[in-house]
């Protein structure tokens, strides 16, 4: 774990403060854009594939632990191996095939769309060479966590539960079953970190899978996840948890580019998002802190008798 960066915020106004702290997050990212960690981590993550929405909700369902994904020869260029018995998880990938067809007296070759089922493998599933990576887990522990956990699980949309998570993902929000999943045994810093990211999603990106496609939110993976993860720098930030290892190299990756574009686009909904989150929070703490001055009241003379 990196030295601690929290920010020295100037402002008092809830707003500007928000305002502050993600444009430190911008700042962090664009930063690491600028490094070599991040250009050999940019070499190998092109080679993997950018699923659609659908082929997202779909890897969910069968793998929500699920966060790189790719064939068996693509892992063997990798120096990884689909360790033995491992079963795939099934997407659809286009294939589409050339048809002669006449057209005014012409013919003319023509590309015809089909699709079919193919397997993939989660990078869990396999063992092998290292990936690079450029997001380091968060290790501490915090003072406050229990106070702040007991506070998140009020803010939280959904219930929380704590799993022996199939596949390399710290957590996630199950759409389909309403529910947030955090796996087992992580540090509280990093507990704590994963599951404002994940209660992000459950209030931003719920989906009603009874409705048709043309009706549902129509967002990418990409901004998905850079808007999940800045809400959760901005929430920790705010109660004195830095998660700038973690963060700035988790946006990057799930990034476009170097212009941000996603987090750029997005920080209207990251700051209402985070002062949401932020001003509930805040609320149950205090009343904490009054239940637990109240019971001080009561057993401070009960002791002096």
Not at 46 to 62: D, E, G, K, P, V
Request: charged share 30%; proline share 4%.
């Amino acid at each position: 774990m990196g030295e601690q960066n929290i920010i020295e915020l100037q402002s008092e106004k809830t707003a500007d403060r928000l305002k502050e702290i993600t444009d430190r997050l911008e700042q962090g990212v664009t930063e690491l854009f600028e490094s070599e960690r991040y250009k050999e981590y940019l070499r190998v993550m092109a080679r993997f594939h950018n699923y659609s929405f659908n082929n997202t909700l779909l890897i969910a369902m069968q793998c929500p632990g699920a966060t790189r994904l790719a064939g068996f020869q693509t892992w063997k260029k990798f120096g990884r191996y689909v360790k033995k018995g491992e079963k795939g998880i099934k997407v659809i990938a286009p294939t589409p095939y050339k048809k002669i067809i006449e057209k005014d007296g012409k013919e003319q070759e023509v590309l015809v769309p089909r699709y079919k089922v193919v397997s993939t493998y989660d990078l869990s599933q396999t063992e092998g060479k290292p990936l690079p990576t450029i997001a380091t887990p968060l290790m501490g522990s915090m003072d406050t966590f229990n106070d702040i956990y007991a506070a998140l699980e009020q803010v939280s949309p959904v219930p929380i539960a704590f799993e022996d998570i199939s596949g390399s993902a710290y957590g996630y929000y199950s759409p389909s079953e309403k529910r947030i999943a955090i796996r087992e045994g992580l540090s509280e810093q990093q507990t704590l970190k994963t599951l404002v990211h994940e209660i992000s999603h459950a209030k931003l990106h719920d989906v009603d899978l009874s409705k048709p496609k043309d009706e549902r939110p129509d967002i990418d993976k990409r901004t998905m996840e850079c808007q999940a993860e800045s809400v959760a720098f901005t929430v920790c930030q705010h109660f004195g948890l830095d998660t700038s290892d973690y963060s700035f190299g988790y946006v990057a990756g799930w990034s476009s580019g170097k212009e941000l574009k996603e987090l750029r686009s997005s920080l209207e909904v990251i700051r209402n998002t985070a002062a949401d989150i932020i001003d509930s929070v805040d609320g149950y703490l205090h009343e904490l802190r009054q239940q637990h001055e109240a019971e001080e009241e009561i057993i401070g003379p009960a002791l002096a008798m």
